[in-house]
């Protein structure tokens, strides 16, 4: 068979699907429903392409391929019906990938991922996400106006969950000991610049796994973020290299000077702001968090920091009911013996989404420009997530499992994995038409439905919706 896609020629005498040539020819098609090796579940739509033979859109992931097939899966059009997709589903889609409280936070800082790595003692992780985020995390910590939690849903219940003083308290408990993590670091960055813009930037350089030269500078109000930088591999010179030397040890300089340097790239960092106030401290560490995200973009080409372009979906105002599912949710973890700051940490809600780097939704919702609201419902559907405590059969560490309905888009690989590893329950779909769900027959548990697939379902699962703590 000899067909063509986006005008490319490909020869094929085996059956395959739209799909599989793409991937032979290494065109990229979106997939959400589609898992290699099961049958297609042809559900969510994402894939579709154009067969030019007929002006037809098909779905790739289940159109066999024909001798003389002309297919456009590149054309805005094309696009547009992937995008169109993708918004139907974000119509019936009820929660946030990221937690009111990150959304509140003007430096982004994941909170409830830092938690979950406190209370699983990850000192090492929760560190480096502070300091990913934060830079200078005891300064922004001490200086920051506490917008995360005056957004924090906890106050519906009673208090909002004590954030600042929860990292304050871990901050001073543990970047006491050393940072410890030594990698091999491939370019160099030498800092001119100085101020605390500057010594922010190193730390974010750092973090993201550059090596770091910084001339000299101490200041009070950031003492404490300098005792812990000083244990890190960041290096504090105290006089200015050889400017004739420079390119041989490092790959960029970082100036306040508009004057570069030959042979070596330059980013020109704009001083501190004059004032001390909050208001600046904190400009002049996002400041250098842009800067950061410059230079990372520069020598690998990609968005650490840059959140312009995320997709975000969010649920809104929840009543008092949809409060209470976050609340029992949280409230049947065991818990053990705890501290304080622990103690603290459990009354969150854990309201955002665990699936956000990897739910392929809100990715393909990002790249497609997708709007969740053109096709929103009049009244949408109420939070609802179904937990059930794991089963001593399923061997994790984990406790529960749960499975929120809301973020599910019903696209049936869950369902097909349990058929294909013969669980005695598995999964299936209940209800017709938008009513349509994912549960456990029989009136049986998840954990029952899920004793021989759970690992995998959680893998293979497109989005947040099936969740183990
Ligand atoms: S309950 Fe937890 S996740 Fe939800 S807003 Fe408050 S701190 Fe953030
Ligand atoms: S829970 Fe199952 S049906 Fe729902 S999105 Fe995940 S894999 Fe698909
Ligand atoms: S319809 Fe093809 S991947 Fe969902």
Redesign the pocket.
């Known amino acids: 068979m000899r067909i063509k896609i986006n005008n490319i020629p490909f020869e094929s005498n085996e059956k395959m699907t739209v799909l599989e040539a793409a991937g032979f020819m290494g065109i990229k098609i979106p997939t959400l429903c589609y898992l290699k090796n099961l049958a297609p579940n042809t559900s969510c739509m994402v894939c579709m392409v154009k067969d030019k033979q007929n002006d037809r859109f098909v779905p790739s992931c289940s159109t066999l391929i024909y001798n003389g097939m002309d297919i456009d899966s590149e054309s805005n059009e094309v696009m547009n019906v992937r995008k169109t997709a993708l918004e139907f589903l974000l119509s019936e889609h009820v929660g946030d990938c990221s937690?009111?409280?990150?959304s509140a936070c003007r430096f982004n800082l994941n909170?409830?991922e830092v938690?979950n790595a406190i209370e699983q003692g990850q000192i090492q992780k929760a560190i480096t996400l502070l300091r990913k985020d934060l830079g200078l995390p005891f300064l922004v910590n001490d200086f920051c106006s506490g917008y995360?939690e005056n957004?924090?849903?906890?106050k519906r219940v009673d208090k909002?969950?004590g954030?600042k003083h929860i990292i304050h308290e871990f901050l001073i408990n543990n970047t006491i000991k050393d940072y410890g993590e030594k990698k091999n670091k491939e370019f160099s960055v030498l800092i001119t610049a100085t101020g605390i813009k500057a010594i922010a930037l190193a730390s974010f350089l750092d973090v993201n796994g550059f090596s770091v030269s910084l001339l000299g500078f101490e200041n009070d109000i950031i003492q404490q973020d300098m005792d812990f930088l000083k244990r890190t591999e960041i290096i504090f010179l105290e006089k200015l290299p050889d400017i004739n030397k420079m390119y041989e040890k490092y790959n960029a300089l970082v100036t306040d000077t508009d004057k570069g340097i030959n042979q070596i790239k330059t980013f020109v960092m704009e001083n501190d702001h004059l004032s001390k106030t909050k208001k600046f401290v904190l400009q002049d560490v996002r400041e250098a968090k842009e800067l950061a995200q410059k230079v990372i973009q520069h020598f690998y080409n990609k968005q650490v920091y840059d959140y312009s372009y995320r997709f975000v979906s969010k649920t809104g105002y929840l009543d008092k009911d949809e409060i209470n599912v976050?609340l029992d949710r949280q409230k049947s973890i065991p818990q053990n013996d705890r501290n304080q700051v622990y103690e603290e940490i459990q009354?969150?809600?854990?309201?955002?989404c665990d699936g956000f780097d990897k739910c392929r939704l809100r990715q393909y919702a990002a790249e497609y420009g997708a709007n969740r609201k053109t096709y929103k419902a009049a009244d949408r559907q109420k939070v609802n997530i179904v937990i059930d405590s794991l089963s001593q059969k399923i061997k994790t560490e984990k406790k529960q499992i749960s499975h929120d309905h809301g973020k599910c888009i019903k696209c049936g690989i869950c369902v097909q994995i349990t058929r294909k590893n013969k669980e005695n329950i598995g999964l299936s779909f209940f209800n017709r038409g938008i009513y349509t769900q994912i549960g456990v027959p029989f009136g049986k548990t998840l954990s029952q439905g899920l004793e021989n697939s759970m690992d995998e379902c959680l893998d293979c699962c497109p989005t947040g919706a099936l969740k183990v703590e």
């Open positions: 937690g009111p409280c990150e909170i409830p938690f995360c957004a924090c849903r906890r909002a969950v954030i976050y009354k969150c809600l854990k309201c955002n």
